[in-house]
């Protein structure tokens, strides 16, 4: 047979929910949150009162290959299908996942294999190409990347009937991060408080999420492209007393994330304002104002500079050459941002 398609995590969905199944499924990879959804979706395969007799889970480091083909081949009890789902394949190694090649290579129509690999990808070569092989499934669920953090954050809103204003989204994004659990986590229960309809602005994620509107990354980084000193160290001075919700190593990232983007409008060819925004990856005027403000107030030399110290800082918050409290050393973080002279030995 044909090899798979790569599928997404929306269409493995729906082809489930559409009880379009295949054989076998092997769902691998760094982001666990996909990986957990969909074993929900398997489990719900089956009606409640045939889940007893021809739902199995096993977990790959409690059983061996040989349990978990012969739980494959018994046939279901009063049910169209049984479903076995294996659990931590991440945590056995290849020569125990390639043994369930001969299965794998013949599936029983009646029975749905799902194995799982969570965190990591499957290790075992012969039980993957007997995937492929067999008309099975193959998901890899990748960790997602910074810059797709803001388009996902916006589907997710949409798809919650909700709207959102753009320093809300970004301080969605600052505040969040990459993880995914988190994103849709925080948007499921703003569109349970705000209801279809409403607007996220930076006052209901206030007083829903914790984030304050006045004190966080989003704002500091505004604050550092105008070098408007008294906010930055205000906002520090919040983060220090606040540390649960505005851990360091976010804004730092944050932080050097602008400052990394700057870099990039210095060595542009075209110096147009549509061709920087695209450069920087900002879509609305409220995003590339920090970097006309940056671009006025930090030269090229001077980016430089506080690059370095960013990862000076990232260095000593990990207590190599420093015992100093996180908190102090992003003080003096921001201190040399503010001041920097741009002095670059060449």
């Known amino acids: 047979m044909a090899a798979p398609a790569a599928v997404t995590y929306d269409s493995l969905k729906s082809q489930l929910a ?15 949150y996909y990986i957990d959804e969909l074993v929900k979706c398997f489990e719900e395969i089956l009606p409640v009162e045939e889940r007893d007799f021809n739902l199995y889970t096993l977990y790959a480091p409690e059983v061996t290959p040989d349990t978990v083909m012969d739980a494959c081949r018994r046939y279901p009890m009063m049910s ?31 029975t749905i294999l799902a ?14 190409a007997a995937v492929k092989s067999c008309g099975g ?13 803001l388009p996902l954050l916006r589907e997710l809103i949409k798809n919650e009937g909700l709207n959102v204003e753009d320093k809300a989204l970004e301080m969605l994004r600052d505040y969040i991060g990459a993880d995914i659990s988190r994103l849709y986590n925080e948007i499921s229960k703003l569109a349970l408080i705000l209801g279809k309809g409403a607007m996220i602005t930076p006052e209901s994620i ?14 500091l980084v505004d604050a550092l492209s105008v070098k408007d000193a008294k906010k930055v160290y205000a906002i520090i001075e919040y983060f220090r007393n606040n540390p649960k919700n505005n851990p360091t190593v976010l804004t730092v990232s944050a932080v050097f994330s602008y400052f990394a983007d700057l870099m990039m409008t210095y060595f542009a060819k075209d110096k147009s304002e549509p061709a920087l925004m695209a450069e920087v990856g900002a879509k609305w005027e ?4 920090k970097f006309r403000n940056g671009m006025r107030n930090y030269n090229a ?46």
């Not at 789902?85 to 009646?110: C, G, R």
């Not at 194995?115 to 993957?128: E, F, M, P, T």
Request: aromatic residues 10%; contains cysteine; hydrophobic residues 40%.
């Open 206 to 219: 206030e007083r829903n999420i914790g984030i304050s509107k006045d004190y966080n990354n989003f704002e």
């Open 286 to 289: 409220v995003q590339y104002k």
């Open 115 to 128: 194995i799982c690999s969570r965190g990591a990808n499957a290790k075992g070569k012969d039980l993957v």
């Open 137 to 149: 499934v193959i998901f890899e669920s990748k960790r997602l990347k910074d810059n797709a953090v």
């Open 18 to 32: 559409k009880r379009q199944f295949a054989p076998v499924y092997l769902l691998h990879g760094e982001e666990g």
């Open 301 to 346: 030399f001077q980016v430089i500079e506080i690059i370095a110290a960013i990862r000076d800082f990232d260095r000593k918050s990990k207590g190599i050459g420093s015992r100093q409290n996180e908190y102090l050393l992003l003080k003096d973080l921001m201190f040399h941002i503010l001041t920097a002279p741009g002095h670059i030995n060449i």
């Open 80 to 110: 169209e299908y049984q479903v076995v789902i294996l659990k931590e394949a991440q945590s056995v190694d290849a020569k125990w996942l390639n043994k369930l090649e001969p299965y794998v290579s013949h599936p029983s129509p009646t």
